[in-house]
Structures are given as C-alpha cells and as structure tokens.
C-alpha cells in the first residue's frame, strides 16, 4: 500500500512543476515578443512616409513641415532659385494644406521680384511687365497672374512646358467665393499638342506643378510657335467657366541656355459677353419607357438689376403646356438680392402623349416684389417649334432619351 502511495505523490508533484515550466516558458515569450521590435514602421506610415523609408528614392519623398521648409529658404541664397524636389527634408509629417504639398517649396515664398530678375537675362524688357508696378487700381482689375518655365531638351528634341501656379484668381462661385481652376493648354498654330492640368478644388492661388513634354518638335520650329494657356473653374452642372487666357509667342524667346522662368498677366478672353436679360441653365432628360420629363433648373446669371431696390429677388416659374394649353406648372424658391442664382430644383412632368412633338415648356424668371405684382425679368421658351438653343436643347434630348442634358439659354423680355 506503500508504494502506490508515493508513486501518487510523486506524480501530482511532476504534474505541477510540469504545468509550472510550461507556463514560466509562455511568459518568458510573450515578454520576448512583447519587447521585440516590428518588421514594419506602422507610426511612420500613418504619418505618411512609406514603411521602407530607405529604399524610397528622392522623388517619391514627402515634403517637410512649413517650420523646416522657412528654415531652408532662409539658408538659400537670393539669387539663386532650385525647384528640384529631391532637397526637402524627410521628417514624415505633410503639410497643412493640400496646396502647398503639392507646390514646390521654392515657389512658396518666391516673390515676383526674383521672376524679373531672372527673366531679365533672359527676355527683353520690352515684353515682359512687373508685377511689382502695378498700382492698387490695377490690380484690381487683373485676372491673377500664372508662373511657369520652358525648356528644351536637345538630347531627346523635345519641348518641355512645367506649369507650376497661378496666383490671384477671381472667385468664380460666388456662394463659397472660391473656385475649382485648372489650366488647358494648345501649341499653336496648328493645335496639334492639347493638354490640360488636374483640377484643384476650392482655391484661388492653385499649385499644379505639372510638366509636359512634347516630342519631335525640332529646336528650328521653336520661334515659329504660340503657346495658348486657358485658365478655366470646373463647374460640374454645365460648361466650365472661363477664368482667362494666356498667349506666349515663343519668337524671340531663347531656349538654347536651359530652362526658362516666365510669368504672364491673365486677360480677360474675348468671347460675346451675355446682355440683355440674363441667361438661364436648364438640365432636361427625357424617359421615353414612363413618359415622363424631367426638369433641373439649375443657375440664373447676369439678371438685370431692378429699377427701385437695386438687386433682384429672382425666382423662376415652370410652365408645361400641351397643344398651347398649360397642363402643369411649378415654381423654385426666391433667391434673395442677387443677379447669379443657384436654385438646383428638380420637377418632373407626366407627358399626357407619346412623344413630344405637341409638348413645349416655358420658363418665366421673375423678381419676387411684395406688395405687388412680381415682375418678369426675363422669358424662356423649349419646344420643337422653338429657336435658337431651346430648339437645339429640345433636339438633343429627343434624340438622346434617359440622358440628363444641361444647357444655357439666353434670356428674352417678358
């Protein structure tokens, strides 16, 4: 009885320190791992540097704060001018602002002053003006003014354009007072070479930075061409609105001594100004399967001011009339005290036909006047039978059913 006895006891005393090595060796390992180090830089990442910093090349790296970019500038000599990006400092943080990260940290602070300088070995006084002449008055009425270089690379005969920024733009959305640029550029004369930037959201100072290259362009034929820069807003109801231009006729201009730095005033361009009564945007699609019309009424600008109160209240009346008989009507919201409305109201009409060869709609923009009758600032009319772009609107959406097309019309009296 004895020996089973200690037999027992010896067993229950090697279970536990069995039970006891196991668990002192899952510590020691989980310390291990606690303690080791991990194969990827996960902080690094979430602040924007690639989790294999060192194997990154000098253009794939990140720009440094504004505090390390000002103390760079600082260092750097006034009288010369490196838009290279391989000199910006790693410290994984981006900047604070979208624009300036995409901008080149040279151009930040780069006054006009340094363009002159520079162009003045390069072009003629007679063709280039400073912008630090202009008065008060002038700038007042200058579209903003847009930066960039040219070169030519002779190994590979090609023509190199870097459009870099524009400064000064006007506010083209007058709700945010902001706008959404980018830039179209065309080689004249023969506009084989079109090329246009990204669109940058919400700024008037955009910094694009966007290079392009054409090839097979001998260095002879350089003096012979034009480059034509269109500075535009994205609008996404209808066409994009035209900031301004720029034209460079390359005659002259010597490329043959390595890049150039150039900067240009953007004009106004000339194209037939809206007058009279305004103009109207009207989104229309057709579903030929439900019968049905849908209309947007989406912007009124250029509204003509009122003769008492000075700016209009405007709001617009929808009318749907089948054989010259109205069957429906509808009306937007009042838009008060301005001439450049943004009403974006959706209406959808049942179509009591098949088709719409008897179906025309009209549209009455009147200014909202209490107390009295509301006056009508302008009439618009889209229909089979109608003229001009309300035919062509008409047209194209009977042509092209379940497709939302927008477009301008002018405005006629009421």
Known sequence: DEIPTVVGIFSAFGLVFSVSLFAWICCQRKSSKSNKTPPYKF??????VDIYPENLNSKKKFGADDKSEAKNKSAMPKNSLHLDLEKRDLNGNFPKTTSKMQSSPDLENLSPKHFSERKKDSVSPDSLKS??????EEKQDKLGTLFFSLEYNFEKKAFVVNIKEARGLPAMDEQSMTSDPYIKMTILPEKKHKVKTRVLRK??????????????????????LTLHFMILSFDRFSRDDVIGEVLIPLAGIELSEGRMLMDREIIKRNVRKSSG?????????????TNTLTVVVLKARHLPKSDVSGLSDPYVKVNLYHAKKRISKKKTHVKKC??????NELFVFDIPCEGLDDISIEFLVLDSERGSRNEVIG????????????????????????????????????
Request: glycine share 8%; aromatic share 12%.
């Open 43 to 48: 902080v690094h990442v979430l602040k924007g």
């Open 131 to 136: 912008i630090a002449s202009l008065s008060s």
């Open 379 to 414: 009439r618009l009319t889209l229909g089979s039978s109608a003229e001009g772009t309300g035919g062509e609107h008409w047209k194209e959406i009977c042509e092209y059913p379940r497709r939302q097309i927008a477009k301008w019309h002018m405005l006629c009296d009421g």
């Open 277 to 289: 009564r305004g103009e109207l945007l009207i989104s229309l699609c057709y579903q030929s399967t």
């Open 203 to 224: 700024t008037l100072d955009p910094a694009f930075d966007e290079t392009f290259t054409f090839y097979g362009i001998p260095y002879s034929q350089i003096q012979d």
């Open 338 to 343: 301005t001439p450049n409305a943004v009403f």
